[in-house]
């Protein structure tokens, strides 16, 4: 089955600068790669994916790269605010001859003020 | 208007006894999932119904039962609670999971068991 591995597990910042999480999968099936952030004691929630078909998406702050080949795609964020503190969360989705989104272990990012 | 809603939030219950997870989607999706997050913030998922039928089972203790009465409701069962089984439990649901379509999960706000 898909295993997605990400790093680092935490990541420190002062506001402004920039995080780059990245993330790594397994499965060349996987062909959805999507990005959720989870705030404290809320669900996870989408804050940008990218398609098997494209290398790179920005949305304002943040930007998602993939490189297929090497079955790796990262998270970046720019210009971080304390608001951005939260524990983010990579996928891939091919899990078993289905299409399951499966998680990362996970980033606690915390932006200090 | 909450698209993946559960219930309880909260569910503080001892060892050995019974409980139910209820988790109703109304954003007409036809693929739900539950999810299992330990307090090292794992998300793992445990099942995935499509249209009804379980489509992944991702070897889980079968004290847990899911069951799926139509598309918009996925409930999960859970029989002799151990302590083990303390955790958040997230339910999810997305438009497809067939080859082709996938799409974003939308979640829950979550279920803390904790199991004394």
């Known amino acids: 089955g898909e295993n997605v591995e990400q790093h680092p597990s935490t990541l420190s910042v002062q506001e402004g600068d920039s995080a780059v999480i990245k993330c790594t999968y397994s499965d060349s099936a996987s062909n959805y790669f999507p990005w959720y952030k989870q705030e404290l004691g809320k669900g996870p929630q989408l804050i940008i994916d990218i398609r098997s078909n494209v290398g790179e998406k920005k949305d304002q702050r943040i930007a998602v790269t993939l490189n297929k080949t090497a079955k790796h795609f990262s998270l970046h964020i720019t210009e971080t605010q304390p608001e951005d503190s939260a524990v983010y969360f990579c996928a891939a989705n091919f899990l078993g001859g289905s299409y399951i989104p499966t998680f990362g272990r996970g980033t606690s990012l915390i932006v200090h003020p | 208007d909450t698209a993946v809603s559960q219930t309880p939030k909260y569910l503080v219950t001892q060892m050995g006894n019974d409980k139910s997870i209820k988790c109703e989607q109304n954003?007409?999706?036809?693929?739900m999932y539950w999810y299992k997050q330990d307090s090292k913030k794992f998300l793992k998922i445990m099942f995935s119904?499509?249209?009804?039928?379980?489509?992944i089972n991702e070897t889980v203790p079968n004290r847990f039962s899911p069951k799926s009465p139509d598309k918009a409701h996925l409930n999960l069962h859970i029989n002799s609670l151990e302590l083990g089984d303390s955790a958040v439990y997230f339910c999810a649901s997305s438009l497809h999971s067939r080859a082709g379509l996938a799409a974003e999960a939308f979640f829950g706000q979550g279920t803390r068991l904790t199991v004394v």
């Open positions: 119904y499509n249209n009804k039928e379980l489509i």
């Open positions: 954003l007409g999706h036809d693929t």
